[in-house]
């Protein structure tokens, strides 16, 4: 199983960047994948989820109306499309597979887990 993040970087307030994760090893369009972050000294905290269908999606409040997870399951990629960055979006941002394919908020409700990709935003 892998998860690999990428399209992280720097950007200044304002600007949009585009997360991908590429899934292999295990099926992909039967579950849930989620995003969650971490920023320097803090806890992992949710960011948004969505169901294997993509049916189902939860945004935690501080990105809601600025960032769209989505995902393309002939391509076993998840998306988080990032509008609006702050500087408080800065953090390490990873994505996370469940092994169903309900939708959650809950980060040990997810078994697999990507490396990581660093966002910084600079105001």
């Known amino acids: 199983v892998q998860l690999a993040e990428s399209g992280g970087g720097l950007v200044q307030a304002g600007g949009s960047l585009r997360l991908s994760c590429a899934a292999s090893g295990f099926a992909f369009d039967d579950y849930a994948m989620g995003w969650f972050r971490q920023a320097p000294g803090k806890e992992r905290e949710f960011v948004a989820t969505?169901?294997?269908?993509?049916?189902?999606?939860y945004y935690a409040d501080s990105v809601k109306g600025r960032f769209t997870i989505s995902r393309d399951n002939a391509k076993n990629t998840v998306y988080l499309q990032m509008n609006s960055l702050k500087a408080e979006d800065t953090a390490v941002y990873y994505c996370?597979?469940?092994?169903?394919?309900?939708?959650?908020?809950?980060?040990?409700?997810?078994?697999?887990w990507g490396q990581g990709t660093q966002v910084t935003v600079s105001s």
């Open positions: 996370a597979s469940r092994v169903v394919g309900a939708a959650t908020t809950r980060d040990y409700e997810y078994r697999y």
């Open positions: 969505i169901s294997w269908g993509a049916y189902s999606t």
